[in-house]
């Protein structure tokens, strides 16, 4: 069965930390990684990842893909009160049939 | 352009009733998805229409059925609701191709009583 496991489930940080999201992940068949932040209702996506080794950045945000190792990092540099969020990972193996983590809910405290 | 769609926002039912649920996809998108949001679970894959046909389906019972018009509006269906149906159903919207990201919308929150 296809899984993905992110961790930590939770993580309060101060504005201005450095923090590391992880997701591993098993799947059958492997297309691409997808990053999405969930604030309140919509999950709104961040990266799409299908290579490993290459960094996607936006802004302070960068991600990398590991396939042989089936794991991928979210960084997020120099946080601020609006990246508290749940951040969730998901493996799509084909026919928009994503699989999920159950996320990562991140606080950033002032 | 106009997001992701969905109607209503909030829904209150009783066991054993039905519901049906609505969205509207962006503008060209002919790919819909349904997923569940529930705090234990995280978000689970109910199915997938294209161009009017379903493509992919999850592990939910039959109770969970779905459909796509011609417009690409999609509408989703739970019968015999249980308590256990209560959660955040999303649907989400894309070109329908491979390594594509999906456009999520702020989902039917639905309350079983």
């Known amino acids: 069965e296809d899984k993905v496991v992110q961790s930590p489930l939770s993580l309060v940080v101060h504005e201005g930390d450095t923090v590391t999201l992880n997701c591993s992940y098993e799947v059958t068949n492997f297309r691409s990684l997808l990053w999405y932040k969930q604030e309140k209702k919509a999950p709104t996506f961040l990266f799409m990842l299908t290579s490993s080794g290459i960094e996607k950045k936006s802004g302070r945000l960068s991600s990398i893909l590991d396939k042989k190792e089936l794991f991928s990092i979210l960084n997020i540099t120099a946080t601020q009160t609006g990246d508290s969020a749940v951040y969730l990972c998901a493996v799509d193996p084909g026919f928009q049939k994503l699989v999920f983590g159950t996320g990562t809910r991140l606080l950033v405290s002032p | ?113």
């Open chain 2, 1 to 113: 352009k106009a997001g992701v769609t969905q109607t209503p926002r909030y829904l209150i039912k009783t066991r054993g009733q039905q519901v049906t649920l609505s969205c509207s996809p962006i503008s060209g998108h002919r790919s819909v998805s349904w997923y569940q949001q529930t705090p234990g679970q995280g978000l689970q894959f109910l199915f997938e229409y294209f161009s009017e046909t379903q493509r992919n389906k999850g592990n939910f019972p039959g109770r969970f059925s779905g459909r796509q018009f011609s417009n690409s509006r999609s509408e989703m269906n739970v019968s015999t609701l249980e308590l256990g149906d209560s959660a955040l159903y999303l649907c989400a919207s894309s070109f329908g191709s491979a390594n594509e990201k999906l456009f999520f919308g702020s989902g039917t929150q639905l309350s079983v009583l």
